[in-house]
């Protein structure tokens, strides 16, 4: 079982702060030291240690948030991806709300994100799990949007509330046109149904601007910070948090932590709302 996880912050593009993380699983091995995650994952996937796994991070994330309020720090919504097999087995509204019980913090404060696989599997019981998400006020992203065969007609069916576009487009938009043109028909169409997006793997300064000027409300990725432990996390989030906000023409060379905001400002990701919701 994975011994630690670490997080990827996101950055809105509005407030010189950082509006979200997203929980990383890692795996420090006594004898083989770093596990990639793809290595676990793919193992945990063909048994039913996934629900396991998911669950760990979850008290992980739940542990870390009441870290931060017991530290005076404004929590900052933490996502966590969750497997089909999750999903499917476990009662995840339901074992949201007891792990948000016991470490004393609400429910919301944690976000549930699903690969396009996962969430184009819209059966039942997947929707009603969702619905219960969204009534606890917990938001839902499609991670690495545009990378899989579905069709779009769960976008009008599912209560989701980000799209992700997948770094695969994102890391040479600026150089091919045709990256460039399905970053731009996604943000386009995610701000027709009223969903936020996040683009993944912003590395320059030139990402940004030309995701600012398409639209997108909030990305991540190495121009913003690497990945960061526990502890880094908690530190980086006091900094941000006494930060006042600046509005400079851009970051220094080499300023990993420099924010949108710093290129242009734009709108902010929609609270979630009715939009998916049962009558």
Same mark, same amino acid.
């Not at 992203?141 to 992700?164: E, H, Q, W």
């Not at 909030?218 to 880094?232: D, H, V």
């Given at each position: 079982?994975?011994? *630690? ?8 593009? &509005? ?10 699983? =890692? ?26 796994? @998911?669950?760990?991070? #979850? ?15 404004? %929590? ?12 499917? $087995? ?33 059966? /039942?019981?997947?929707? !009603? ?15 690495? #949007? @545009? ?7 769960? +976008? ?6 980000? +799209? ?12 091919? $046109? ?6 731009? &028909? ?10 936020? !997006? ?5 590395? !320059? $300064? /030139? ?5 600012? &000027?398409?639209?997108?409300?909030? @990305?991540?990725?190495?121009? #913003?910070?690497?990945?960061? =432990? ?25 300023? $990993?932590? @420099? ?9 902010? %990701?929609?609270?979630?709302?009715? =939009?998916? =919701? *049962?009558?």
């Amino acid at each position: 079982m994975p011994s *630690r996880s670490s997080c990827s912050p996101s950055s809105i593009s &509005a407030a010189d702060a950082w509006c979200r993380f997203e929980a990383l699983a =890692r795996w420090n091995d006594p004898r083989h030291g770093s596990v990639p995650p793809l290595s676990f994952i793919e193992v945990a996937e063909a048994s039913d240690l996934i629900v396991e796994l @998911g669950e760990c991070v #979850f008290r992980n994330v739940a542990r870390q948030i009441a870290a931060w309020q017991r530290a005076g720090l404004k %929590p900052v919504p933490v996502a966590v991806n969750v497997s089909a097999k999750q999903l499917k $087995r476990s009662n995840l509204p339901e074992r949201l709300v007891a792990i948000a019980h016991e470490f004393d913090i609400a429910p919301h404060q944690m976000e549930v994100e699903l690969t396009e696989s996962v969430a184009m599997q819209d059966s /039942e019981q997947h929707v !009603t799990k969702l619905h219960a998400l969204r009534d606890l006020g917990v938001r839902v992203s499609v991670d690495d #949007f @545009g990378t899989g065969y579905s069709s779009l007609a769960y +976008l009008r069916n599912l209560p989701i509330d980000y +799209l992700k576009i997948d770094r695969t487009f994102v890391r040479d938009m600026n150089v091919d $046109r045709n990256d460039a043109a399905i970053v731009r &028909a996604i943000i386009s169409m995610a701000q027709s149904l009223h969903l936020g !997006t996040v683009a993944e793997g912003i590395e !320059t $300064r /030139e990402h940004a601007s030309q995701l600012l &000027a398409l639209g997108c409300s909030t @990305g991540q990725g190495y121009f #913003f910070a690497s990945r960061c =432990r526990r502890s880094e996390t908690e530190r980086a989030a006091a900094h941000h948090a006494r930060a006042p906000p600046r509005c400079s023409a851009g970051p220094e060379p080499g300023d $990993r932590q @420099g924010f949108l905001s710093r290129v242009r400002a734009c709108p902010a %990701p929609r609270s979630p709302s009715s =939009r998916g =919701r *049962r009558p």
